[in-house]
């Protein structure tokens, strides 16, 4: 079966750092352009940011640009986020997400067809 | 990018239809064909039911449909069923080159 599965959540300070992981199993990693999205606590899902299949396209939702940075290891069938200058409005329960397109490229129609658990992450002193 | 806008709260008896809305603007939803919908149960992960406004993921039931009229794109549950009852969220591809997720729905099964 697909499998994503997430970790690096946690506590942390305002202003703090933190990096996500997400590891994926039972498919080709590297042919498909993978995803973040958050949900705080109470709220909605938010995009967070994709990468595509290879690691040279990034994209980031406006909230995170400058903070967040998204990357993969294909070696290593794993997705990763490194969450820098932590703001208590981050804390949110992360998911990664595969996209459906074949190739690699981040598409357009932006649909995730297989999702993780989640991992959380709090920002509170 | 604000958020889409969706009803938070639906409701329908099992064996009834109900429909939920998704509205954005022609930056989003209007501009492109590229709207998706996601059932979620919390605790568990999101699931992918529509994708490119009316299509469906292999496995996924076909009383799940959808559609799009100018800004406003619609989830179509039929026969509704106790299961159902979770979560639903729209999401559309932006000028922006980013994606946008409505504030979600939550469907209450009578």
């Known amino acids: 079966e697909v499998q994503l599965v997430e970790s690096g959540g946690g506590l942390e300070q305002p202003g703090g750092s933190l990096r996500l992981s997400c590891a994926a199993s039972r498919f080709t990693f590297s042919n498909y352009a993978m995803n973040w999205v958050r ?5 909605g899902l938010e995009w967070v940011s994709a990468i595509s299949g290879s690691g040279g396209s990034t994209y980031y939702a406006d ?3 400058g903070r967040f940075a998204i990357s993969r290891d294909n070696s290593k069938n794993t997705l990763y986020l490194q969450m820098n200058s932590l703001r208590a409005e981050d804390t949110a329960m992360y998911y990664c997400a595969k ?3 074949f190739g690699g490229v981040v598409a357009t129609r932006g649909a995730f067809d297989i999702w993780g658990q989640g991992t959380m992450v709090t920002v509170s002193s | 990018q604000s958020a889409l806008t969706q009803p938070a709260s639906v409701s329908g008896s099992p064996g009834q239809s109900i429909t939920i809305s998704c509205t954005g603007t ?3 939803v209007g501009g492109y064909n590229y709207v998706s919908w996601y059932q979620h149960h919390p605790g568990k992960a999101p699931k992918l039911i529509i994708y490119d406004v009316s299509s469906r993921p292999s496995g996924v039931s076909n009383r799940f449909s959808g559609s799009k009229s100018g800004n406003t794109a619609s989830l179509t549950i039929s026969g509704l069923q106790a299961e159902d009852e979770a ?3 729209c999401s559309s591809y932006t000028t922006s080159s980013t994606w946008v997720f409505g504030g979600g729905t939550k469907l209450t099964v009578l």
């Open chain 1, 39 to 43: 949900q705080a606590p109470g709220k």
């Open chain 1, 63 to 65: 909230s995170v640009k």
């Open chain 1, 99 to 101: 996209d459906i397109t």
């Open chain 2, 26 to 28: 022609s930056s989003d």
């Open chain 2, 87 to 89: 979560d639903y969220y």
